[in-house]
């Protein structure tokens, strides 16, 4: 038998299913004890399982209704179950599963077939649904966690219909982030999501229109018609369906003689002649090189770039940086810096249409740093080097070897070498360019020299700078880190930049954010989180996480909170996953389910199961050193005392045996 103590699971579980294992009938325990008690008379208390489908073990689960804390479900000793999501939307899938099938059949559909499927790649499922008759079955398509563009235009072509079948029907859930490109592409998007609402999670159907802002409503309001779903917020016209309001796709499309590109070109200093969303990126997560100047046109330079984020694909974009951005060589490899975002994705109905970019700021990679990006290969010394000034070609540049990668071990010391990154004139001061008494960069300055300037500066005048300024100088500080690496970066500078971390992280977790929007305060602590996180503070980032928490629970806006759920549940489990467990941690926990299996039978258990129950606690407890915890201490005398007592009436009022063992009961206030 697998000892208890390896396979206690006191995680608290707030859904399950109905069916066995592999059940598909969702069920959320509401938290209040009267409707948790409700819930056990309507269905039994056997009737609920860690379904499969919810990513778990297949085994019962036992309902707990409590006074003094959330009401839940918990598994039954012993078990082994590798099951993630336990929240209260951990059965969101299926409940849209069965909401879909549910109206689809209320539509006058046969045949209505729900499947949820995971996907190579995935971290969770997608919805297909299908119904109809033989010949001419309908998909509806839920994609339920997020998917790079290339698995979506590549999911898009396997879910095609047929010829002569109708059309699939594409949806998104909450976490899928993947609507942006739907609008993109049909003009509009349909999106699902889950609220708890009288104890139980309801599904609403959102119209995600091209302003962005989504209008909610029940899908009972909704109707299904040849071209697709139709929803309050849209209608229907001869070329499909359409946002009411909104002109038909054909009447707003560019000319097909490349006036479109010309339109994107034009747009360097503008937002708003792209229709997707704004998607914030973190500063040195994408890489650039080949830049070539496109346009200049209100204070900004439009660049054709080819882009890659880290880990990811080599892709052509549209990068806009502001005029007093030094212009980027075609050669060198580059990182974008301050408030990098996305603008824009290509667009299916702009033929050679690409991914626009934005940037306030870049650095230039260092050859050791650059490697990162092993598919960006910048092009031949042979390109023509634009003015910063004018954007008029300069002579071509000589041939020169490349830069070899700075190594400790070769003892090359970033600071003298020839080939080391040098900040370009404007470039490490793009964050803090209009900080008053901030010393500008030097064209050339060595980047060690520029970040002990910046940090003197932050010495002298930084308790003084507000919030937003601090911040921004410190950004600078960071890039120019980023910059030289951090394996070369002087024990002394990482200490001052390491503090100046922690005074904006201080700030950051004691004030309201005044002069900062909440997603401004949740950005700054991410990159706070993550830079604790490289250097393996653990204590810093549980710290961070905590402040990260409390704006993401109590300042955030709903849309935005659903956009940064994903990177909150990938802190939380990468702080869960460092935290140290010791054999004491396992043998207190083994003795608590004990404890807490026993009151959850009180009313059935057996004097026999009793007995071996506190057998087995003696026997994890002989292996602690340490006193056990009052609470669990308290516990055990009290089964103990009711141990007695049921041998005493079962025997007739005779003396009990355990009672000539006085010994036991003082080991418990260990």
Known sequence: MIPVGREEDTRKVQTAVLGGPDGHRPLFLPFEKHAADGLRKEHGSNAFTCGTLLGGCGEPLTLRACDDKKSHFAHRSPVRCTRIALGEDSADHLYIGEALAKWLRGQGRSNVGVQYVRQKGARGDSIEVRFGPRKKRRLIHVQMVRRSFKEWQADGERLRAGAGRPSTLRMYGPDSQLAAFEVDATGYALRFACVTENGTRVVRVGTHPPDHQVKWTSLDQCQLVSAGILTPWLEETPHGMRPKG?????????????????????????????????????????????????????????????????????????????????????????????????????????????????????????????????????????????????????????????????????????????????????????????????????????????????????????????????????????????????????????????????????????????????????????????????????????????????????????????????????????????????????????????????????????????????????????????????????????????LRHRLRTESGGGRCPLQRQGAHGGQEGR
């Open 246 to 642: 909104t002109p038909s796709r054909q009447e707003g499309r560019p000319g097909a003689d490349g006036q479109e590109a010309d339109a994107a070109r034009t747009s360097a200093g503008g937002r708003d002649s792209f229709a997707g969303p704004e998607l914030p990126l973190m500063p040195g997560s994408v890489a650039f090189t080949g830049a070539t100047l496109a346009s200049e046109e209100h204070g900004r330079r439009l660049y054709d770039v080819d882009a890659q984020p880290v880990g990811s694909a080599v892709f052509p974009a549209l990068l806009s940086l502001p005029a007093s951005v030094p212009a980027p060589e075609c050669h060198h490899v580059y990182a974008l810096t301050g408030r990098a975002a996305v603008l824009g994705g290509p667009q299916v109905a702009l033929p050679g249409s690409r991914w626009m970019l934005r940037a306030e700021g870049i650095v230039r990679l260092a050859s050791a740093r650059a490697a990162e990006w092993a598919l960006l290969t910048p092009s031949a010394l042979t390109c023509e080097e634009s003015s910063a000034g004018a954007g008029m070609p300069g002579p071509p540049l000589s041939e020169q070897p490349p830069s070899a990668p700075v190594s400790p071990a070769a003892g090359v010391d970033a600071r003298k070498s020839p080939d080391g990154p040098r900040v370009s004139k404007g470039a490490g001061s793009v964050h803090a360019a209009d900080v008053s008494g901030m010393p500008p960069a030097r064209s050339g300055e060595e980047p060690l020299e520029r970040l002990g300037v910046v940090l003197q500066y932050l010495d002298e005048r930084g308790v003084g700078l507000t919030t937003r300024v601090l911040h921004r100088v410190l950004l600078e500080a960071e890039d120019l880190a980023l910059l030289i690496g951090r394996r070369f970066l002087p024990a002394d500078l990482s200490q001052r930049l390491g503090r100046w971390r922690t005074v904006l992280r201080q700030r950051l977790e004691g004030t309201d954010g005044l002069d900062s929007s909440p997603r401004e305060v949740f950005d700054r602590l991410v990159d706070e989180f993550r830079a604790a996180r490289d250097v393996g503070d653990l204590a810093l980032a549980k710290r961070v996480r905590g402040a990260l928490g409390r704006v993401y629970a109590l300042r955030l806006p709903p849309e935005d909170r659903e956009a940064v759920t994903g990177v909150v549940r990938e802190f939380k489990q990468w702080v869960r996953d460092q935290e140290p467990v010791t054999p004491a941690d396992e043998s207190r926990k083994a003795l608590q389910r004990i404890l807490q299996d026993l009151g959850s039978r009180r009313s059935t258990v057996t004097t026999a199961e009793i007995s071996a129950a506190l057998k087995e606690a003696d026997r994890i407890r002989s292996g602690l050193d340490a006193p056990l915890p009052e609470r669990i201490a308290a516990g055990l005398r009290r089964w103990r005392g009711i």
